[in-house]
């Protein structure tokens, strides 16, 4: 089972309250929303955004399960979409704004450990990783047929790959005698790219993360939620975002920055959220985890 991360953190936070509206817009397996749904009964409302089709099934899955423990529940509502459409959403279900809206932006070990999806480095599988099956781009496309340049910018910019041309070169120059398909293939292309002696991390790592983020465009829809997620939220709702690597990070810092400076938001965190010694030590997820956190002003 997936462990969700910075739990404790979480629900200091955001503090969820009995009756409140709360928007996971990210919710995974659900291991945060279950937590959230024991916080804000009774009436409180639970709207669950993923756009993994597999993981959402599951989620509905455990959340019955919750249903039938004899707990006063207000209502849980669970769409497979984008985060970036939240404002379509609560139009359906005519909710005007929400008290609490959640991000967990990371990959979980669900989707890490379902080797047909292909979002392992360590595990053979086809070339993939798409979070919506209904994506049309997928991992194979990125690497057989992006050029040069494009590869270069993908793994320089969204995975901050220092080899990133070595390895682009590499990768071209492989696919011109046989098609890349499969993730360890594409891992040992990279490993024959690099000098992985010494290296902390499997030298594969930050191209996987890049390609990932381009297949799912993570940073676009990113960036088109932090434009509208004021409007979203009621008087002193909060909006709690978690992210694992530093691009996200920044764009949560800078966007929460500038809503502190226009007045709509107050900065709850300073500084991120990280995980205790303890969570790091149980969890390996937990260890590149950043919380941040703020609130709409009661304006």
Do not use: W
Not at 167 to 192: G, W
Not at 251 to 272: A, H
Not at 281 to 295: I, W
């Amino acid at each position: 089972m997936h462990q969700p991360v910075l739990v404790q953190e979480v629900l200091k936070y955001l503090s969820p309250q009995p009756g409140e509206v709360v928007i996971d817009a990210t919710i995974g397996l659900g291991g945060h929303s279950e937590l959230f749904l024991e916080k804000i009964q009774p009436n409180g409302r639970l709207i669950g955004i993923d756009l993994d089709k597999e993981s959402l099934f599951q989620t509905q899955t455990r959340l019955n399960s919750f249903l039938t423990t004899g707990k006063e529940i207000g209502s849980i509502d669970l769409f497979c979409d984008n985060f970036v459409n939240i404002g379509k959403i609560l139009e359906r279900l005519r909710q005007k704004g929400v008290d609490i809206i959640f991000l967990d932006l990371g990959i979980s070990s669900y989707q890490l450990e379902t080797s047909h999806r292909g979002f392992s480095f360590l595990k053979e599988a086809i070339l993939d990783m798409r979070m919506s099956l209904d994506n049309p781009l997928t991992a194979q496309e990125v690497i057989n047929k992006y050029s040069l340049d494009n590869l270069i910018k993908i793994f320089r910019f969204y995975g901050e790959e220092r080899f990133s041309k070595h390895i682009a070169q590499r990768i071209i120059t492989y696919r011109k005698r046989k098609k890349i398909t499969s993730t360890i293939q594409l891992a040992e292309i990279v490993k024959s790219a690099v000098h992985y002696k010494g290296q902390r991390i499997h030298p594969a790592t930050r191209v996987f993360q890049a390609i990932r983020i381009e297949v799912n465009k993570e940073l676009d829809n990113l960036k088109g939620f932090l434009e509208r997620i004021v409007r979203y939220l009621n008087p002193r709702a909060r909006v709690g975002i978690i992210s694992f690597h530093s691009l996200e990070d920044r764009l949560v810092k800078e966007s929460f920055r500038n809503y502190q400076k226009q007045g709509p938001l107050e900065i709850i965190t300073k500084k991120p959220i990280v995980a205790s010694l303890k969570e790091k030590r149980e969890n390996p997820a937990s260890r590149s985890a950043k919380l941040r956190v703020a609130m709409r002003k009661n304006i």
